[in-house]
T-cell receptor
């Protein structure tokens, strides 16, 4: 059981470049989320999805786009990378309300924007 | 003001000590409270989950919630070097997928 898989593990971008962070889960979870983790800031919610075709903004959505065409995948797109987006990005999934909202996290993607 | 406040530490204790980790929050609507453990360069993993007020025990771990004071705690008994990690509190106001995390407390348990 792979759980939540994030790719790539590391990435270096130049300012203005675009890229997509991939997230896939094999637990048939309805809920998926993207967080960024910065020193002293904890985890901050970027976007989340409560099911295929349904997404919503979190606490820090600017500069990021998401879509959810399948239950399994929830990619995060950086349209024009900025140094302020240097961070560690985590994807998480959970079964939903009845499962007491236990979130399972991927191992993270470490992104540097130069 | 942050929704959730957590002392970043680091907190250094000898093996076998009782550890107390705490978070305070400002939103009285929070009902779901969680503690996550995060090892270096890994994703967070859920340790404890509590709904509303009260205590919950699981092995060496005890979670407490005091909604009147907007204060939650995690106690670790007989701490082990393998407990060395960053501990994140998280909370939510409803059943949807919006959680607010503390910044994490780094714990070091010395052998």
């Amino acid at each position: 059981n792979a759980g939540v898989t994030q790719t790539p593990k590391f990435q270096v971008l130049k300012t203005g470049q675009s890229m997509t962070l991939q997230c896939a889960q094999d637990m048939n979870h309805e809920y998926m989320s993207w967080y960024r983790q910065d020193p002293g800031m904890g985890l901050r919610l970027i976007h989340y999805s409560v099911g295929a075709g349904i997404t919503d903004q979190g606490e820090v959505p600017n500069g990021y786009n998401v879509s959810r065409s399948t239950t399994e995948d929830f990619p995060l797109r950086l349209l024009s990378a900025a140094p302020s987006q240097t961070s560690v990005y985590f994807c998480a999934s959970s079964r939903g309300e009845l499962a007491k909202n236990i979130q399972y996290f991927g191992a993270g993607t470490r992104l540097s924007v130069l | 003001q942050k929704e959730v406040e957590q002392d970043p530490g680091p907190l250094s204790v000898p093996e076998g000590a009782i550890v107390s980790l705490n978070c305070t929050y400002s939103n009285s609507a929070f009902q779901y409270f969680m503690w996550y453990r995060q090892y270096s360069r890994k994703g967070p993993e859920l340790l404890m989950y509590t709904y509303s007020s009260g205590n919950k025990e699981d092995g060496r771990f005890t979670a407490q919630v005091d909604k009147s004071s907007k204060y939650i705690s995690l106690f670790i008994r007989d701490s082990q070097p393998s407990d060395s990690a960053t501990y994140l509190c998280a909370m939510s106001a409803n059943n949807f997928n919006k959680f607010y995390f503390g910044s994490g407390t780094k714990l070091n348990v010395k052998p």
